[in-house]
């Protein structure tokens, strides 16, 4: 069976602009950061994936139809630059509801290594949220902290500190 190298990518904070305080439930809110460019510049060995906690779906905060069409616009956007994603994972839960898929809990990758086989020990999260980092070590996958007015990383270790996405790629380019 042949196994999937993949990277794991966190959608707000990372990809997208995220607000201070808010979630992004209007378009004044929806801000594609410029450097997802970059993302082409990874192997075409590796399958990309979105990874999310969206618990405003469930609790009323923000539509799923509006999540939806965000997600299909940051699409459009990546393919332009020649980015493909293979497959976005949600999850939808508040942290009171205790499920298996809200980072840091591993079950958006369990997800796709049904749908994809992944290789772990070859593939990589990449986020802004301490979250993203221990889903990435609980997970048996290298890990990329992206830097965050919003958010810091405390005591948890990173295999890498990046300042942005370009570097996050360039990071990954030199130690495949």
Known sequence: MIMTKAIFIDRDGTLLDEPKTEIINTWDKFKIKNKIRCLAKLPSEYKLFIISNQEGINDGKLEQNFYDE?????LVALEKFGVKI??????????????????????LIEQANKDFQIAKNKSWVIGD???????AQTSGMKS?????????????KSDFV???????????????
């Open 70 to 74: 965000t997600n299909q616009k940051l």
């Open 86 to 107: 293979e497959n976005i994972y949600t999850c939808p839960h508040a942290i009171k509801e205790n499920c298996n898929c809200r980072k840091p809990k591993t079950g």
């Open 129 to 135: 949220r301490i979250s993203d980092i221990v889903l």
């Open 144 to 156: 990329i902290f992206i830097k965050s007015k919003l958010h810091a990383l405390d005591d948890i």
């Open 162 to 176: 990046a300042e942005n996405l370009c570097e996050a790629v360039e990071y990954i380019n030199k130690n495949l």
